[in-house]
């Protein structure tokens, strides 16, 4: 059997994908897929339809997520290169897929994958228009990596329906670059009140939008019928525009300039949308204000369910006195402990008669958080629960008071309800997350350097984040069974905080 018959076949049968579904793919006959596969006829890298197969197959291989598989393969023929990046893996397919691609690429050296070729395209190479998912991608990989950390990009969507960034190749490195590289960007959408594409690309990037890198505003506008338009604005140096025909199969395309005018006139037409949108999300810095306090009073204190998904634990269930000393350890005194300690008493209040009116209210917690509260003795949160700047770290005496304090609620308040995870997701680490149903959400973070804050009572974008709660929620199947579970299990963490900390 022919080496493109054998390695076609593996990877064909690794993706489950069928002749019928390859050759509608690359429009070609499917017999022609049969005569690949019995090895009647060969794939040379000089073919054109190699261009379209590879280009189709690494899309599937990264949507699959099957690159380390793939990887393995063609190390075991001795194909070793820097499979890093989608434009590496697919010049590498090639070569394993193709009768003479080893044979070339030694004797001519023209598939020869280093950082030298990558990073010495010629300005023609440059100024080529980009076909196809993965040749965007790889420019726009090629492009990021040339800027530093913490760089800024601006991306234009003419509409929420624009499918470019929902594609995993393009949403991988837009997240990777944002998550891994502390990339920012301000992402502007002209709505068409497509509701079912916005919470697709909302999904998708939400873990960005937790984390603070991805701010998005949007407008309202009418849908391009022609055209979809992405628009990507780097520092001052280059635009990159990508057109795609609404729901359609034919391939997007991309062209970068890099022309001095035409950057500086788009920043400018960027920031002109921008100052007009409406973002979906307020960002608060570190200095808390009385605005970020009636937003934890409307949730704790006023009508309407709350959920809470908390890698930490909630000052709000502490008792007073532990609360006062709490305030005092932190060098709390006179009128500054004053006024503290009388807005916890408003939003203890508060709390209390909003749960005794039957307002419904479900919380998450991290059972290995829990016990490593137990074993350090300290929890760690935002310090706006206490009414300054920056993180707090509460003693082992008043992380004893809010476990103690949950295990009262839920003993006293049949409409308080709480779960406790084994494992919680990437998704919740070091941040909170309390959403007032149909009303607003509210995200602490605390995972970087700057603690951040996250507003927003834009519906479509609670709405994404409820459906994850919702989706954890009804996971774990909660019960009065449960419940007494929960109440176990807090019991015995509490119960170790005071063994390993000498508490009474």
């Not at 839920?410 to 997701?425: A, V």
């Not at 309390?434 to 479509?460: C, P, T, V």
């Amino acid at each position: 059997m022919t080496k493109t018959a054998t390695n076609l076949k593996r990877l064909l049968a690794c993706l489950e994908i069928s002749n019928v579904v390859l050759a509608r793919a690359i429009n070609v006959d499917a017999s022609l897929i049969s005569r690949w596969l019995n090895g009647q006829r060969q794939l040379r890298l000089s073919s054109d339809i190699l261009n379209k197969l590879s280009d189709y197959l690494v899309d599937k291989i990264l949507r699959a997520d099957n690159t380390d598989w793939l990887k393995r393969q063609m190390e075991l023929d001795g194909l070793i290169f820097d499979y890093t990046s989608s434009g590496n893996l697919q010049k590498g397919l090639k070569i394993w897929l193709s009768s003479d691609g080893a044979e070339v690429s030694k004797t001519l050296d023209i598939m020869q994958i280093t950082e030298n070729v990558k990073t010495n395209l010629t300005n023609k190479e440059e100024a080529r228009v980009k076909t196809g998912y993965i040749e965007i991608a790889m420019f726009l990989e090629k492009t990021l990596t040339s800027f530093p950390d913490d760089s800024q990009m601006e991306i234009h969507l003419s509409n929420e329906d624009a499918g470019l960034l929902l594609h995993e190749s393009i949403s991988k490195i837009l997240c990777d670059f944002m998550l891994g590289k502390s990339f920012k960007i301000r992402l502007v959408i002209s709505l068409s009140n497509d509701t079912m594409a916005m919470s697709r690309l909302l999904s998708r990037y939400i873990q960005a939008i937790v984390e603070g890198f991805l701010s998005v505003s949007v407008v309202h506008g009418m849908t391009q019928a022609i055209t979809n338009q992405s628009t990507f604005i780097l520092g001052d140096e280059l635009v990159f525009i990508v057109c795609e025909t609404p729901k359609s199969i034919a391939p997007p395309v991309g062209t970068a300039t890099y022309e001095e005018s035409f950057v500086k006139e788009a920043k400018k037409s960027f920031e002109h949308v921008f100052n007009y949108s409406q973002g979906l999300l307020q960002r608060y810095n570190d200095n808390y204000s009385r605005n970020i306090l009636e937003i934890l009073y409307q949730e704790f204190a006023m009508t309407g369910n709350l959920d809470v998904i908390k890698d930490s634990i909630n000052p709000m269930y502490m008792s007073m006195e532990a609360y006062n000393c709490a305030l005092k350890s932190f060098g709390h005194k006179g009128e500054q402990f004053k006024w503290r300690s009388a807005e916890f008493v408003r939003f203890k209040t508060g709390l209390d008669e909003n749960l005794e009116s039957g307002t419904v209210f479900r919380e998450i917690l991290s059972f290995s958080r829990l016990k490593q509260i137990a074993v350090e003795g300290k929890c760690k949160m935002p310090a706006l629960y206490f009414m300054y700047t920056g993180i707090a770290y509460l003693d082992a005496s008043g992380c004893l008071s809010i476990i103690e304090g949950y295990i009262r609620y839920l003993k006293r308040m049949p409409n308080f309800h709480i779960i406790i995870l084994d494992g919680m997701s990437e998704l919740n680490e070091n941040n909170c997350w309390q959403l007032k149903h149909n009303s607003h959400i509210a995200l602490n973070g605390w995972s970087k350097e700057e603690h951040i804050i996250l507003y927003s009572n834009q519906l479509m974008l609670t709405h994404e984040f409820q459906m994850h709660f919702n989706d954890l929620w009804g996971r774990e199947n909660y019960s009065e069974g449960g419940r007494k579970k929960t109440i176990q299990n807090l019991q015995n963490i509490a119960d170790q905080l005071k063994r390993n900390h000498n508490l009474t």
